[in-house]
Nanobody
Framework: QVQLVESGGGLVQPGGSLRLSCVASGFTFSNYRMTWYRQAPGKERELVASITNDGGGAGYADSVKGRFTISRDNDKNTVYLLMNSLKPEDTAVYCC?????????WGQGTQVTVSS
């Protein structure tokens, strides 16, 4: 079955960096676009960044453009989110997602807290 397992979250000071990872299994990873979402307390889930199946194209929310970079390693079935210049408003649970056919699959998420 499809599994997505995120890691790499934690507590970081404003201006700091983190790299999130999401390891996928149960499907042919290299065939699918992968997406990072986040959800802060009391807010709706927000698309953060998305990457094509071959890594040749990526898109970002305006709020993270220029600070976050999404990438993938199809040999390792892993998608990454490098987050630089973190701000308190980036605090959220970050989840990776894959849409296969008509079904969305989600990981359990990893908490990112940006605070001094």
């Amino acid at each position: 079955q499809v599994q997505l397992v995120e890691s790499g979250g934690g507590l970081v000071q404003p201006g700091g960096s983190l790299r999130l990872s999401c390891v996928a299994s149960g499907f042919t990873f290299s065939n699918y676009r992968m997406t990072w979402y986040r959800q802060a307390p009391g807010k709706e889930r927000e698309l953060v960044a998305s990457i094509t199946n071959d890594g040749g194209g990526a898109g970002y929310a305006d709020s993270v453009k220029g600070r976050f970079t999404i990438s993938r390693d199809n040999d390792k079935n892993t998608v990454y989110l490098l987050m630089n210049s973190l701000k308190p408003e980036d605090t959220a649970v970050y989840c990776c997602n894959v849409l296969r056919y008509t079904r969305n699959y989600w990981g359990q998420g990893t908490q990112v807290t940006v605070s001094s």
